[in-house]
């Protein structure tokens, strides 16, 4: 009875607290805010631009280092130039020391130096404890300015390179991948380029000096680092080892241009040996710097970046059950990057999931998104945003990846409030006005026995030369 009674006294208050707990009575959280920690921005006197935090929680020290280089600029008929300069720089040795060498200092100090090439910039990074500092940007210093390309390592790198060129039609999303590019900034534009086996037949010792004299240099090379060193000691070290690195007129010609528009169209490649077909559909999407860069970004989140969230994901996997896996966005670029969504269905479904992928786009553009959907992606950009900033390197890098691409200097600071301000009429306007799901290129690369006529019931199938580039033999059709 006593409980009884304790129960029935006790159920107002807990009525009264679930109430409160419901979520239509619970308060917005407050605004996000994030002050990103200041990081100095120092000229060199031998031209180099320094991203300096200091950060003594660890003793530890990492450097970044981004030279204004990349894959676009070597010679077509050397296509793998670039990424095999930066492979050998690292390991084909510096002035008085083999690459194996360097790489058994390294290990015993517990430092470690890396080099890679990209499409538009070379990056670099050296991380080690703060007492190996001074050898650690000695060693960086040599890495960049006096690589010795021994030949043995020249012929390994090219060697790994003709591996993954012999292997370059073993993954269907991979040949999608690449032929999908060639179909929207063109073949053998440089931004779609493919290395082959003849191309790297033609890369020789001297190519790989004559591409490192001509963009490495201190005048084309920004350097972030961050960690347990004070501005003093960094910049006297920097000056020992890259002081005397003299500055040199650049010979950085204009980035390739692309195609005013793209062919629609459907595409297709035949792979007798899966029963996936493996879909790529769009067409050209934005330049960097674009005006409705952050709606661009709220309204990725929502059309298909975002998994289960996401209209695409919504759709095609959790209401029709077409696939494990969709993507969709527009993409933004130095010179024009892509609308594309990307997926796989049974063979059978193919033609189910290309008009799946038209329907969700133009009902995605037929209404502004719900309020709490807004809500939801904006929250989200602004939470990954923060995320961006882990580590002081990080936080380094960032200033210096965003002056490097010619963001505005206080481009961080203004991020979350642009994100804020995107509403729902600028996600359907813009949906509106860059994405065209008429007017795109469809490329499918599938069973041809298994797809049946699909894609010729969608209209002229145009059939898509598969090349063994090791060889140059066209393998289909």
């Known amino acids: 009875m006593m409980r009884a009674l304790a129960a029935l006294t006790l159920m107002p208050a807990l009525a ?22 200041a990081v100095e921005r120092i000229e060199l006197p031998n031209g180099m631009i320094l991203f300096f935090l200091e950060d003594h929680e660890l003793p530890l020290v990492e450097v970044q280092t981004l030279t204004r280089t990349g894959s676009v600029y070597e010679p077509a008929d050397k296509a793998g130039l670039a990424s095999i300069t930066a492979t050998v720089m690292r390991t084909g040795g510096i002035e008085g020391m083999t690459g194996d060498a360097l790489d058994a200092e390294l290990d015993f100090q517990a430092s470690a130096i890396e080099i890679g090439m990209g499409e538009e910039s070379c990056s670099a990074s050296l991380s080690c404890l703060t007492e190996n500092l001074p050898r650690g940007l000695e060693l960086l210093a040599a890495v960049l300015r006096t690589p010795q390309f021994a030949q043995e390592k020249i012929d390994l790198a090219i060697n790994a390179e003709r591996e993954s060129v012999r292997r370059a039609n073993d993954d269907p999303m991979g040949i999608a991948r690449r032929e999908f590019r060639s179909l929207i900034y063109g073949r053998g534009n440089p931004w779609a380029r493919v290395t082959t086996g003849a191309t790297l037949d033609a890369i020789t010792r001297d190519d790989l000096v004559a591409f490192h004299q001509r963009f490495f240099h201190p ?20 000056d020992e080892h890259f002081g005397d690195w003299p500055q040199a007129e650049l010979d950085i010609p204009p980035l390739p241009e692309v195609p005013d528009s793209i062919t629609p169209g459907i595409f297709f490649i035949h792979r007798p040996d899966v029963n ?67 997926t796989f269905t049974k063979s059978e479904t193919t033609r189910e ?23 939801l992606a904006k929250t989200s950009e602004m939470n990954s945003f923060v995320f961006r900033f882990e580590t002081p390197i990080s936080i380094a890098s960032q200033r210096m ?36 799901v008429d007017q795109t290129a469809i490329l499918v690369v599938g069973n041809a ?29």
């Open 401 to 436: 990846n965003y002056e490097y691409h010619g963001y505005p200097a206080d481009y961080l600071e203004t991020y979350l409030d642009n994100i804020r301000a995107v509403t729902a009429e600028d996600v359907q306007r813009v949906a509106q006005e860059r994405m065209h």
């Open 16 to 37: 009264a607290a679930q109430a409160e707990l419901d979520p239509a009575n619970l308060s917005p959280p407050p605004p996000l805010e994030f002050d990103i920690p």
């Open 353 to 375: 999931m290309i008009d799946v992928i038209r329907q969700v786009t133009r009902d995605f553009q037929a209404s502004p998104p719900a309020e709490a959907e807004l809500e």
């Open 219 to 238: 005048n084309s090379t920004m350097i972030a680092v961050a960690g347990d060193v004070s501005r003093e000691a960094l910049l006297a070290l920097l």
């Open 276 to 342: 996936q077909s493996n879909v790529r559909l769009g067409h050209f999407g934005v330049s960097r710097h674009d005006p409705d860069e952050y709606v661009i970004r709220v309204m990725n989140f929502l059309y298909g970046s975002s998994g289960f969230t996401s209209r695409l994901v919504r759709e095609a996997r959790t209401n029709r059950g077409l696939t494990y896996g969709i993507s969709g966005q527009i993409t933004e670029h130095t010179v024009r990057g892509l609308y594309v969504v990307a």
């Open 449 to 477: 026995d298994e797809i049946g006529d699909q894609l010729t019931q969608l209209g002229e199938v145009t059939e898509v030369p598969l090349v063994d580039f090791a060889t140059g033999e066209q393998i289909w059709p």
